[in-house]
């Protein structure tokens, strides 16, 4: 078990080009960390440095507070799982698990225990004598796990693992993920750029954009409080909306049409700023015709066209083009871009009661919840209206919630989860605070 540190870590390669710029981060011992990001952004290549298959052009790595940048990757104590999995065919699921402990030379005793906790944690007791070959996507993966797990490393490292899997393999598979590392307790590093693998694993998630380091927090402060556009349009789906706005006083005139930001810190925050995008997510709209008087009076109504709608059953969709000017219409391809997204256009994507009877062609009243609105300033990004008195609550809920699972923890962990002695820590549930 190991805290790990990244002290302004830097990646260049021979022909000049910078994958990871002045990356800082502190994963501490026990702590499930997701690095997220669209593709090229430098996630895997900062997994690869801490692992030591990269080398770090300057910068320090610590783990445990020892310093790894010279340390060969086969001595850093380290597991690793690999997108492909990375079996031997020609093994049985017995040996490839064991395969580790064969390289070290354990005693034959000691192999057959580690594999067989690991096997009865996995749910793989009936698959130990079977090939690769004859197992589905989702049991190589946990053979892969179950292989990291004998090796009782200091930290588990996963690249991307559940990308060769279909939709429903890769939900019970992250749930497998979430238990296992909850009972085991280890030190995790996770890439992945699905951000709903981000929302559901991590204690928290470092955002990452052109190898820079955007921002670290919990799952709902990333959601509830962006520092930037880059991370507001990331996280969230379908993604957040962005509308060109001027101000006056507390309102906003926007494509959508006029409304009232009824919060005297927002409209004090941007009184000097002539333009600015405002960004509200899906589910911050309404069918107005739906809202009691009590919700009505917290947020404000606009009337829009609706172009297209998509009932889902549990949801509706509905879908507004707006008229933007060119530089904001830019930016939002650019953007699209980064985020490998098709959804940052002009037109807004409003998430609706499946009780609304808003149809295609028709004029609608849509309610916004102006209070999760956010205010970002088009020039630079930076979200001009981030709370940082409730960026501190939900760091001490988040906080309290860890505690309370550590208390807890020892009557929950048991068998394997025992294994080692520093593997019965506690760990947080996967939850989005």
């Known amino acids: 078990m190991a805290a790990i540190t990244m002290n302004h870590i830097v990646k260049r390669y021979g022909d000049g080009y910078v994958a990871v710029k002045d990356v800082s981060l502190d994963i501490k011992d026990g702590e499930f960390m997701i690095l997220v990001g669209p593709s090229g952004c430098g996630k895997s290549t900062v997994l690869r440095m ?11 790595m610590r783990i445990d507070n020892k310093v790894v940048n010279t340390i060969a990757p086969r001595k850093r104590n380290l597991a690793m799982v690999f997108q492909n999995y990375a079996l031997y065919p020609h093994l049985t699921v017995f040996e490839n698990i064991a395969f580790p402990l064969r390289l070290a030379k354990r005693p034959e005793e000691e192999v057959r225990q580690r594999v067989t906790e690991a096997a009865e944690l996995l749910e793989l007791q009936e698959h130990l004598d079977r090939k690769p070959a004859n197992l589905s996507g989702g049991q190589r993966q946990r053979v892969a796990m179950g292989r990291a797990i004998v090796r009782q490393a200091d930290a588990f490292l996963f690249d991307e693992p559940l990308s060769n899997l279909d939709a429903k393999l890769r939900g019970q598979m992250r749930t497998e993920i979430a238990r296992l590392q909850r009972r085991l307790g280890v030190t995790t590093v996770y890439v992945t750029h699905d951000q709903t693998e981000a929302m559901t694993l991590g204690d928290r998630v470092a955002v990452l954009r052109k190898g820079e380091l955007q921002q670290v927090a919990t799952p709902r402060e990333l959601y509830e409080q962006p520092v930037n556009l880059f991370v507001a349009g990331f996280i969230g789906a379908p993604s957040m909306n962005f509308l060109p706005a001027s101000v006056d006083g507390t309102h906003l005139e926007t494509p959508l049409g006029r409304f009232d930001m009824k919060d005297e810190r927002k409209a004090a925050t941007v009184k000097d700023k002539p333009v600015v995008l405002v960004g509200i997510r899906p589910e911050a709209f309404e069918d107005a015709s739906l809202v009691g008087a009590e919700q009505h009076a917290r947020g404000s109504v606009v009337r829009a066209t609706v172009d297209v709608t998509e ?8 879908y507004v083009p707006y008229e933007a000017p060119e530089d904001v219409r830019r930016q939002l391809r650019d953007l699209s871009r980064e985020l490998d997204s098709d959804q940052l256009r002009t037109q807004a994507v409003v998430a609706l009661h ?3 009877r808003i149809r295609d062609g028709q004029e609608a009243e849509l309610w916004i919840d102006t209070a999760s609105i956010h205010i970002f300033d088009p020039a630079t990004g930076e979200n001009l209206t981030r709370d940082e008195d409730r960026v501190a609550e939900l760091a001490a809920q988040a906080e309290e919630h860890l505690v309370q699972l550590r208390k807890a923890q020892p009557a929950a962990s048991g068998g394997a989860a025992g294994q080692d002695g520093g593997h019965d820590r506690a760990r947080a549930s996967r939850n989005p605070e």
């Open 311 to 318: 009932w889902l059953g549990n949801e509706l969709f509905a």
């Open 50 to 60: 801490i692992v030591g298959l990269e080398d770090i052009t300057s910068g320090e």
């Open 354 to 356: 499946p009780n609304s």
